[in-house]
């Protein structure tokens, strides 16, 4: 018996790589009806990504909110952390309360919030088969060996007088050293929720935007404070410090404004609403 005489009833005009190439450029390339048949397929890429679901957002449209679990509570231990835990020199108390007020935290997010790195997504893989001799022409085949812990949420914050990162920052990082990361009631909760906005223009006008998608990190502590160099030479760049948090989970939702069509896909599956604040008080 021939190989290949009956292999999925696939025939050897449909197998050849060449018909298959032909096939994309007369279905996908040569669009009748236009100037030029070479490029026929340009004036509909053109035409796609004018439409508002795949124009290009730009890359610094994005705001960022810190939510704490518990506001108050965190403030009152940052601010009494020479009291309680570290030696009496750290006095920030004046720093830390005016660089978390509204007009730099709740009106248009975060302002020291300069630059995020949003952490990706990483599955570990190992392939399974002959391990010991030769194995010859086998291929091993991939198995999965788990998902890879979360890498790190790194935010760059802008430093100014009244540093935002050592007034608050490097002493809630201390503060979430010596307590840790234990589920706690939520009167003593240190962690809190940090949301990024990925922001579009809303088709409308140029001036107006809305949410294309948010990315949403639940239970956020500061475990790395990055060092500061000080010289005498100079530099046009803002100054700016960066800071790593720990979180228990994350996920990214297009459901910001809880569309209906949404919230009844939601309500068919049983679940909860995908977006809800966390908090009414924000950092």
């Given at each position: 018996?021939?190989?290949?005489?009956?292999?999925g009833?696939?025939?050897?005009?449909?197998y050849?790589?060449?018909?298959k190439?032909k096939?994309?450029l007369?279905?996908?390339?040569e669009i009748p009806?236009?100037?030029s048949?070479t490029?026929g397929?340009i004036?509909y890429?053109?035409?796609?990504?004018?439409?508002l679901a795949?124009?290009?957002p730009?890359?610094s449209?994005?705001?960022?909110?810190?939510?704490?679990?518990?506001?108050d509570y965190?403030?009152?231990?940052i601010?009494s952390?020479n009291?309680?835990?570290?030696?009496k020199e750290?006095?920030?108390f004046?720093s830390?309360k005016?660089?978390?007020?509204d007009p730099?935290?709740n009106?248009?997010?975060c302002?020291?919030?300069?630059?995020?790195?949003?952490p990706g997504e990483?599955?570990?893989?190992?392939?399974?088969?002959?391990?010991?001799g030769?194995k010859?022409?086998?291929?091993?085949?991939?198995?999965i060996?788990?998902?890879?812990d979360?890498e790190?949420?790194?935010v760059g914050?802008?430093?100014?007088?009244?540093s935002?990162v050592?007034?608050f920052m490097r002493?809630w990082s201390?503060l979430v050293?010596?307590?840790?990361?234990i589920?706690?009631?939520?009167?003593t909760?240190?962690?809190?929720?940090i949301?990024v906005?990925h922001l579009r223009?809303?088709?409308?006008?140029?001036?107006s935007s809305e949410?294309?998608?948010?990315?949403?990190?639940n239970?956020c502590?500061?475990i790395?404070i990055?060092?500061?160099?000080l010289?005498?030479?100079?530099?046009?760049?803002?100054?700016?410090?960066?800071?790593k948090?720990?979180?228990?989970?994350?996920?990214?939702t297009d459901a910001?404004y809880n569309?209906s069509?949404?919230l009844?896909?939601?309500?068919s599956?049983?679940t909860?609403d995908?977006?809800?604040d966390p908090?009414?008080n924000r950092?």
């Amino acid at each position: 018996m021939a190989i290949g005489t009956n292999f999925g009833c696939i025939s050897e005009s449909q197998y050849n790589p060449v018909n298959k190439i032909k096939q994309f450029l007369k279905e996908h390339i040569e669009i009748p009806n236009t100037m030029s048949s070479t490029f026929g397929g340009i004036p509909y890429f053109h035409q796609q990504i004018c439409s508002l679901a795949y124009n290009i957002p730009l890359k610094s449209s994005w705001v960022l909110f810190i939510y704490p679990n518990n506001k108050d509570y965190l403030l009152k231990q940052i601010s009494s952390l020479n009291l309680n835990y570290e030696n009496k020199e750290w006095d920030i108390f004046n720093s830390a309360k005016k660089t978390t007020e509204d007009p730099v935290q709740n009106i248009i997010g975060c302002i020291f919030a300069q630059g995020v790195n949003l952490p990706g997504e990483d599955v570990g893989v190992e392939y399974a088969g002959i391990t010991q001799g030769s194995k010859r022409g086998f291929i091993n085949a991939p198995i999965i060996n788990g998902r890879k812990d979360f890498e790190p949420l790194e935010v760059g914050f802008l430093e100014t007088n009244s540093s935002f990162v050592d007034s608050f920052m490097r002493p809630w990082s201390i503060l979430v050293a010596h307590k840790g990361l234990i589920a706690t009631s939520k009167g003593t909760d240190i962690k809190a929720t940090i949301i990024v906005h990925h922001l579009r223009r809303n088709g409308k006008d140029d001036s107006s935007s809305e949410i294309r998608k948010t990315f949403i990190f639940n239970n956020c502590a500061p475990i790395n404070i990055a060092s500061e160099t000080l010289d005498y030479s100079s530099s046009s760049d803002f100054p700016k410090l960066q800071v790593k948090f720990a979180y228990s989970r994350y996920a990214v939702t297009d459901a910001i404004y809880n569309s209906s069509d949404a919230l009844n896909f939601r309500r068919s599956l049983n679940t909860a609403d995908a977006f809800q604040d966390p908090q009414n008080n924000r950092v």
